[in-house]
């Protein structure tokens, strides 16, 4: 390979919580004498970056100012040459592309827009945190269409489901998370086809969150949103950003794509009264940089040792944890763990579960509130060798 997917990171003391606050007792626990931790909860990724970030960065803090600034024509081309070459996307123009602080942010200005406090909303479930808080918190009702497993053990819709409770509970507004966090599924344009077919039907607009688009797996596609039709093009507002992609967040900075023109104007006057949604010179920077074509040779040498990854983490548990369940994720770099079946077995309840991992030093992350009531979230953005190190020690805490 041409980048470096195999150095151990020390990320010890240098701003990053997914090393810092387990040393410092997360959750009330600290792994044991001679364990050094493994980070495996918070979805950021333990790589270096791709260097043409830190240099397109760095050469800008050698320009001696740092004042207000309008967004660069080459942001917006990076971006269009990025949603062309990735996703085959065709017909972007400037004028449709719009700066966030942050996905969530932009989730909740389109739901400013188009619902009003107290409204249903629906959303899959198992469901990304970061949905529940933002939405409840903003004072909105979230209905769950339950995702489940086909007989081939991949997540499915039920589209039926989502039918009766757009109805049942007069629903105007969806969240679609593609793909999806945290069951990893990649949705097909059937699939998304016919969930456009319930939504036209019952005039429910879209909100897209398509923030690790660019993390497929094992060759799977990824279909944006707006492209599956012409319904799906004039009622979304769809949302990405390259923090997952290149490991950014820390920079701060997301994107919108709105096609239509009345929904974009609503939005972005929704997301400029905190007078706070304002882009960072040097996240602009890191966007220009990552979104080269460099960039795209990173990304396709990460996705390669992502499905490895994944390859060898389902391998191993589906051979050696009895009683833990997952299905193969098709796209992100995350696992959702199903331990109903261990947890019965040993007389264990998830608390204590979590805690064998922890005392270990590997940090998984607990998947109830993503409502998996045996659900742990488990991130493979890793070197292989840590991955490894990490079930060679959850075998023998755990069993």
């Keep these: 390979m041409t980048y470096d997917f195999t150095t151990i990171l020390d990320r010890r003391g240098q701003d990053a919580i997914a090393v810092d606050l387990p040393n410092e007792g997360k959750y009330g626990v600290k792994a044991k004498e001679g364990y050094d931790i493994i980070p495996m909860w918070v979805a950021d990724m333990n790589f270096p970056v791709y260097p043409g970030i830190q240099k397109a960065v760095i050469g800008r803090t050698e320009i001696p100012h740092f004042g207000y600034f309008e967004p660069r024509k080459e942001y917006f081309d990076a971006i269009i040459n990025w949603q062309k070459t990735r996703n085959g996307v065709e017909g972007l123009k400037a004028e449709n592309i719009g700066y966030e602080n942050g996905v969530l942010g932009g989730v909740i200005s389109a739901v400013n827009v188009l619902a009003s406090r107290g409204d249903n909303v629906l959303v899959h479930s198992p469901t990304y945190i970061g949905f529940t808080h933002s939405l409840e918190g903003n004072g909105y009702h979230i209905i769950h269409s339950q995702l489940?497993?086909?007989?081939?053990?991949?997540?499915?819709m039920d589209y039926e489901d989502m039918e009766k409770k757009i109805v049942d509970n007069k629903i105007h507004v969806a969240i679609i998370c593609n793909p999806h966090n945290p069951c990893g599924r990649v949705w097909t344009r059937e699939e998304l086809e016919k969930v456009m077919e319930i939504f036209e039907k019952h005039n429910v607009w879209i909100i897209a969150d398509e923030i690790w688009s660019d993390i497929m797996l094992d060759g799977h596609k990824h279909l944006p949103v707006q492209s599956v039709n012409q319904y799906a093009h004039d009622h979304t507002a769809a949302f990405y950003a390259p923090s997952k992609t290149?490991?950014?967040?820390?920079l701060i900075g997301s994107y919108h794509i709105i096609y239509n023109p009345w929904l974009r104007e609503r939005i972005e006057k929704e997301s400029s009264l905190s007078h706070y949604n304002a882009m960072n010179v040097l996240s602009m920077y890191a966007l220009i940089g990552a979104y080269e074509e460099g960039g795209?040779?990173?990304?396709?040498?990460?996705?390669?040792?992502?499905?490895?990854?994944?390859?060898?983490a389902c391998d191993f548990i589906e051979n050696n944890f009895k009683g833990i369940k997952v299905?193969?994720?098709?796209?992100?770099?995350?696992?959702?763990l199903d331990c109903e079946d261990y947890c019965k077995a040993n007389n264990l309840?998830?608390?204590a579960l979590l805690k064998k991992g922890w005392e270990v030093g590997v940090y998984w992350q607990d998947g109830r509130p993503f409502h998996g009531t045996y659900g742990i979230r488990l991130n493979l953005a890793l070197p292989t060798s840590r991955v490894k190190e990490a079930f060679d020690r959850l075998q023998k805490a755990l069993y």
């Design 246 to 250: 290149f490991n950014l967040a820390g």
């Design 148 to 156: 489940h497993k086909d007989e081939n053990n991949v997540w499915q």
């Design 296 to 312: 795209m040779k990173w990304l396709d040498e990460l996705r390669e040792v992502l499905s490895a990854n994944a390859k060898y």
């Design 327 to 336: 299905s193969r994720p098709q796209g992100t770099y995350m696992l959702f």
């Design 349 to 351: 309840d998830m608390d």
